[in-house]
């Protein structure tokens, strides 16, 4: 059965880095958008960055600048790289795969269970 597992999360203090990887079981993991996502307390869960199959990349304006997604498809991984992290960044981050039409077969989203990030000093 296909998951994800991300990992990478945890304490850092204000101005650090961190980096959060995504590693996807099953086939044909570079045929899909990827994106991470965060769920801070009390709030909705927010889309944070995108990137497709053709490794286009897209934002949240709040992460702009600051983190970086990228893909390595012969690890079936993704990476969120974030630097000058805040403390508003605090957040499970969670790791998506999009719904595609492929081969014959419908691939649902797909959720990881996420990974804490704690940003405080």
């Known amino acids: 059965q296909d998951q994800l597992v991300e990992s990478g999360g945890g304490l850092v203090q204000p101005g650090a880095s961190l980096r959060l990887s995504c590693t996807a079981s099953?086939?044909?993991?570079?045929?899909?958008?990827m994106g991470w996502y965060r769920q801070a307390p009390g709030k909705q869960r927010e889309l944070v960055a995108t990137?497709?199959?053709?490794?286009?990349?897209t934002y949240a304006d709040s992460v702009k600048g600051r983190f970086t997604i990228s893909r390595d498809n012969e690890k079936n991984t993704v990476y969120l790289q974030m630097s000058s992290l805040k403390p508003e960044d605090t957040a499970v981050y969670y790791c998506?795969?999009?719904?595609?039409?492929?081969?014959?077969?419908?691939?649902?989203?797909?959720w990881g269970k996420g990974t804490q990030v704690t940003v405080s000093s």
């Open positions: 998506k795969k999009d719904r595609r039409y492929y081969r014959g077969y419908d691939y649902d989203d797909l």
């Open positions: 099953g086939i044909f993991f570079s045929v899909f958008n």
């Open positions: 990137i497709t199959s053709g490794s286009d990349t």
